[in-house]
């Protein structure tokens, strides 16, 4: 079966970095549209960012845009976000999700999910 396993949350202070991982089994990450979703204590899941799986192009929410990095390694079946110039309002539980064909940007759109990372962003 599908797992997505999320790894690299953790306590960082503003301006720092992070990189999240998410190691793909029973699905190979170049063949599907992999997400990135975060959700902050009392708030919707929200879309961060994208790569599609046959150009692979990215995709932004325009609030990390220029700070977050999507990337993928074939070999290692594993998609990354490296996140830099954190702010507080980053803190939240990372997601990375998996489907087929487009990239959309709608939670609901996306059947494959891992267990989550904590981040922490403090000033």
């Known amino acids: 079966q599908v797992q997505l396993v999320e790894s690299g949350g953790g306590w960082v202070q503003v301006g720092g970095s992070l990189r999240l991982s998410c190691a793909a089994s029973g699905l190979t990450v170049s063949s599907r549209t992999m997400g990135w979703f975060r959700q902050a204590p009392g708030k919707e899941r929200e879309f961060v960012a994208g790569?599609?799986?046959?150009?692979?192009?990215?995709y932004y929410a325009e609030s990390v845009k220029g700070r977050f990095t999507v990337s993928r390694d074939n070999a290692k079946n594993t998609v990354y976000l490296q996140m830099n110039s954190l702010k507080p309002e980053d803190t939240a539980v990372y997601y990375c999700a998996a489907k087929r064909n487009q990239l959309l940007v709608q939670s609901t759109d996306y059947p494959y999910w891992g267990q989550g990372t904590q981040v922490v962003v403090s000033s």
């Open positions: 790569i599609r799986w046959s150009d692979p192009s990215t």
